[in-house]
């Protein structure tokens, strides 16, 4: 391998866009394509518009050969995308999930352990200062822990048209799910047992059901649920929670609630990518009591002002992607969890589908 990491970007939305910026700007990797099949129906951002660019994905495999392949097409096709990659020897970053099956996603990571190519997934809570701070502070607050995480999203302009093409491939709690579960899993350390889902379709539209919630029981005794919901019906009214409770407080990212969109504008707050991972803040609630029964201590709140917008959290990404191949890391960990958080929103969507709760082996 040269220097530089040779990478194929494919998909080239919201999120890919965002990751060749990041190899474009990055001095250990080197694009040698761009490969969307709607790449020459698209403007392409003027960064990248000289690149080669391509609509076929074997065609660009073969003729760029690349070291390494950046995948961000829709999530139905991320599972054959990343097979085919490791077979022509290239490490692949993926944005989540892993695939649309848990035959699938498992496929992915044997395939990259047996051809020895890094796996990276899309996971960008990750890699967040913030969220990574909110772990570590819902981790002190004792067991069991009670969880309640959601991020709905109103539909307007653009992102009426991703919505209703994400729902093509996953519905919104599996595809934005498995960000929130895998959260879940990191503040318990513990084993997911049942999962219970429940869901609508609101948007005639849309192919797929556009809400859902879904309910977790840890071995731990922890339970958390997760909302999704996208659509122009979408309330914009409590979008965003972000709460952990234990028996010693809570904690609770604290995401500043913008100006509503005005009329015309075409993208509402809530489906506002840079929104998805805002934390202007973290409050810590302490519930130890005086003598009185009255709290010991104040609430805390930590002010994230400077944290990464998106597109510094897309970088960060791609930094950790290229360490990992220059440092050969051990990715066990991740590629098992993001099997894991899959299993559990696949499961919740079994549960909707099936009208029970479901006992996870």
């Given at each position: 391998m040269s220097d530089k990491v040779r990478i194929l970007v494919v998909g080239l939305g919201n999120m890919g866009a965002s990751h060749a910026s990041a190899y474009h700007r990055n001095d250990g990797f080197e694009i040698v394509g761009i490969m969307s099949r709607s790449i020459k129906s698209k403007p392409v951002p003027?960064?990248?518009?000289?690149?080669?660019?391509?609509e076929?994905?074997?065609?660009?495999?073969r003729e760029t050969r690349p070291d390494a392949v950046s995948i961000n097409s829709w999530p139905n096709t991320h599972a054959d995308y990343a097979l085919k990659a490791i077979e022509a020897g290239c490490h692949v970053f993926m944005?989540?999930?892993i695939a649309t099956t848990?035959?699938?996603?498992?496929?992915?990571?044997?395939?990259?352990?047996?051809?020895?190519?890094?796996?990276?997934?899309?996971?960008?809570?990750?890699?967040?200062?913030?969220?990574?701070k909110?772990?570590?502070?819902?981790?002190?607050?004792?067991?069991?822990l009670v969880m309640r995480l959601n991020l709905n999203q109103q539909s307007s302009g653009p992102a009426w048209h991703w919505h209703k093409n994400l729902i093509d491939s996953l519905i919104p709690i599996v595809d934005c799910g498995v960000h929130y579960v895998d959260v879940m899993c990191q503040l318990?350390?513990?084993r997911p047992l049942r999962v219970h889902g429940i869901g609508a379709k609101l948007w005639q539209e849309a192919a797929q059901q556009n809400y859902g919630h879904l309910h977790v029981t840890f071995d731990d005794g922890s339970v958390g649920w997760y909302e999704a919901g996208w659509g122009p019906m979408m309330s914009e009214i409590a979008y965003f929670v972000k709460d952990v409770i234990g028996p010693e407080g809570a904690v609770s990212i604290v995401a500043g609630q913008t100006e509503s969109a005005k009329q015309g504008e075409e993208l509402s707050d809530s489906a506002d990518i840079d929104r998805h991972t805002k934390t202007d803040a973290i409050k810590i609630h302490y519930a130890k009591v005086d003598a009185d029964k009255n709290f010991a201590k104040p609430d805390e709140i930590f002010s994230m002002e400077d944290e990464p917008g998106h597109q510094?959290?897309?970088?960060?990404?791609q930094a950790y992607f290229l360490k990992a191949i220059r440092e050969d890391l051990d990715l066990t960990e991740s590629m098992?969890?993001?099997?894991?958080?899959?299993r559990i929103v696949l499961a919740a969507e079994q549960s909707i589908r099936e009208k029970r709760a479901i006992e996870l082996s």
């Open positions: 003027a960064e990248l518009e000289d690149y080669p660019l391509f076929d994905y074997e065609t660009a495999l944005e989540k999930p848990i035959e699938d996603a498992e496929k992915v990571v044997a395939a990259a352990r047996a051809k020895n190519r890094k796996l990276v997934l899309g996971y960008i809570l990750r890699v967040h200062p913030s969220w990574v909110f772990i570590e502070m819902g981790r002190t607050l004792g067991k069991p318990t350390g513990a510094e959290l897309c970088d960060r990404e098992a969890a993001a099997v894991n958080s899959l």
